[in-house]
């Protein structure tokens, strides 16, 4: 749920940063708990040509100096949604089959296409916390570090 949630907030952002759709972006995960492979990561691809940016704009901003703060400005947009709090309380789950907690069109969801779970098992909360409790998330350390820098 982490690594998937993470992944559709960077992409969320990059929209923003390279010029490609939420459409034309997609997402790959590398999860496992086999204790000989440990492994969880992500790679965020285009399947579009050149008809919307540039291969070269996603790819540039995978740099040292550009990851950071395009990071840093992922997490800063997904700690707030429009439909907080009903998105953020998520009780009982939330979507389909009830996988999603913290997740909803205006904050964490992307186009059926772009994910490879159909928007399944996604929790923002469990990456940048609750409104009221930010210290639970994951990288809420690198979200307070986005706030002090502002």
Known sequence: MLVHSLAHI????LIFDCGYSTAALRE???VSSDPAAPMAGFLIYTAAGNSEGTLGGLVRLGRPELFGPTMQRALSRASWCSADPICSEHLGGQGSKQANLAACHACTLLPETSCETINHGLDRAVIVGTPVSRQSGFMSELLEETYTLS
């Open 28 to 30: 790959r995960l590398y």
């Open 10 to 13: 960077l992409i969320n952002q």
